[in-house]
């Protein structure tokens, strides 16, 4: 069935380093990718996306490419901030699977000043 | 414009009990998705509404079910707490019950603890 594997935290970075959270996923057809990020005490937001291969989804200064040939959504971001300190998910779904989310077990990111 | 809303926030039961859970999509999203984020088995997929009806459900037991009400408004039951079901549990709601470009928007979630 689908899946969806990132690196295991926690993450702990010192302010303005580069970040790479790895993502890989299985899944039949094109599904669509996400990153999700929890903020401390807050429910899950929607971070970026993309729906087909080879797009690149980017916000906040975060942007992760879907790259179907090795079946990876990494997210990176290029200097972290302290207020970046959240845990992140990637996801995906397919249509076929009606809706239904598939999601990765979370990263913990700390970000130290 | 207000996001997805549940409540309560915190919830205590004791084994055997039966919860209640409630969530308010965004206005105008029809479809509500209910979630499970217990400790060490990350966030898993538990039942999806749309238009007042149950379109799909994850691999949970009998006991947690749920509903739409007319306005989209959704409720999560779960019956016969038993101390596993202690989890953090997210609602979302996104504008049409398609996968590819209808991202789904959470809300803060209500935590459950069962003593």
């Known amino acids: ?113 | 414009e207000a996001g997805v809303t549940q409540s309560p926030t915190h919830l205590i039961k004791t084994r055997g009990q039966q919860a209640t859970l409630r969530c308010s999509p965004i206005s105008g999203h029809t479809s509500v998705y209910w979630y499970q984020q217990a400790l060490g088995l990350g966030l898993q997929f538990l039942l999806w509404y749309d238009e007042g009806e149950e379109r799909n459900r994850g691999n949970f037991p009998p006991r947690f079910s749920g509903r739409q009400f007319p306005n989209y408004s959704s409720e999560l039951n779960v019956n016969a707490l038993e101390l596993e079901d202690s989890a953090l549990y997210l609602c979302a709601s996104s504008l049409v019950p398609t996968g590819a470009n209808q991202p789904q928007h959470f809300g803060d979630g209500t935590r459950l603890s069962i003593l």
């Open chain 1, 1 to 113: 069935g689908d899946s969806v594997t990132q690196m295991e935290g926690p993450v702990t970075l010192s302010e303005e380093a580069f970040l790479t959270i790895n993502c890989t996923y299985t899944a039949t057809g094109y599904p669509s990718l996400f990153w999700y990020v929890q903020y401390p005490g807050e429910g899950l937001q929607l971070l970026l996306k993309a729906t087909k291969a080879d797009d690149k989804g980017s916000n906040k200064g975060f942007e992760a490419t879907y790259r179907k040939e090795t079946t990876s959504f990494h997210l990176e971001k290029g200097s972290v901030q302290v207020s970046d300190s959240a845990v992140y998910f990637c996801a995906l779904m397919r249509f076929s699977s009606a809706s239904k989310i598939i999601f990765g077990s979370g990263t913990r990111l700390s970000i130290r000043p």
